[in-house]
């Protein structure tokens, strides 16, 4: 199994919805988890972090679940420009990196 | 803002060839990590180092080695490349244990 675990989608939606991401991860000890986001063959982009419950950021929406060891990410009112791969991210001495969901926001 | 270069953007190499990749902070971040990320595997770390003259293996290290002679510097070394990395080489930094990882913008390494 592996550490972080992604559904890669991809996820067609159409401007203005509602869409949410989940992401399992294995280490329990875990105290810190990040969202970033990576557009087509550039560098991966901090989006949040996660180092409690949750956190909230304008349309975004992080939230921590350790009972059932996963994170989700919400997003409002989606954007044409918010489509990218968005990866999961479990912090720790090494990070250890989900392979992303994959975003398509249509008009 | 936080940066991280990596001086070579896209190489093409022979097979055989000794490779460097490049990569400075301006930052002063302890940690520095070398990852290469390939389609449908998402981003494995290859090395890190969380001090000058140390360095810890990630999860796939064979075929590269790496070198960190000074705090912002971190080289990724392919002695002998070969076609297998061919791949999309990512340099990172972070200060501290669970902190924010900041990436520069990757290196296109094709081996023929």
Redesign the interface.
């Known amino acids: 199994r592996k550490e972080v675990e992604q559904d890669?989608g991809p996820f067609n939606v159409p401007e203005g919805a509602t869409v949410a991401f989940n992401c399992t991860y294995s280490n329990s000890a875990s105290?810190?988890f990040?969202w970033y986001r990576q557009d087509c063959?550039?560098?991966?982009?901090?989006l949040m972090?996660v180092y409690s419950s949750g956190n909230e950021d304008g349309r975004f929406t992080a939230q921590l679940n350790r009972a059932s060891q996963y994170i989700s990410l919400l997003i409002r009112d989606s954007k044409l420009s918010d489509s990218a791969t968005y990866?999961c991210?479990q912090?720790?001495?090494?990070?250890v990196?989900?392979?992303?969901t994959i975003l398509r926001v249509k008009s | 803002d936080v940066k991280v270069t990596q001086s070579s953007r896209y190489l093409v190499k022979r097979t055989g060839e000794k490779v460097f990749l490049e990569c400075v902070q301006d930052m002063d971040h302890e940690n520095m990590?070398w990852?290469r990320q390939d389609p449908?595997?998402?981003?494995r770390?290859i090395y890190?180092s969380y001090d000058v003259k140390m360095k810890e293996k990630?999860d796939i290290p064979e075929g590269y080695s790496v070198s960190r002679e000074k705090k912002e510097r971190f080289s990724l070394i392919l002695e002998s490349a070969s076609t297998n990395q061919t791949s999309?080489y990512?340099c990172a930094s972070s200060s501290g244990?669970?902190?924010?990882?900041?990436?520069?913008?990757?290196s296109w390494l094709t081996v023929v």
């Open positions: 890669p105290q810190s990040f063959r550039k560098e991966p982009k901090l972090s990866l991210v912090g720790g001495n090494k990070l990196f989900g392979a992303g | 990590f990852y449908g595997l998402g981003l770390l890190f990630g999309m990512l244990t669970g902190n924010t990882i900041y990436f520069g913008e990757g």
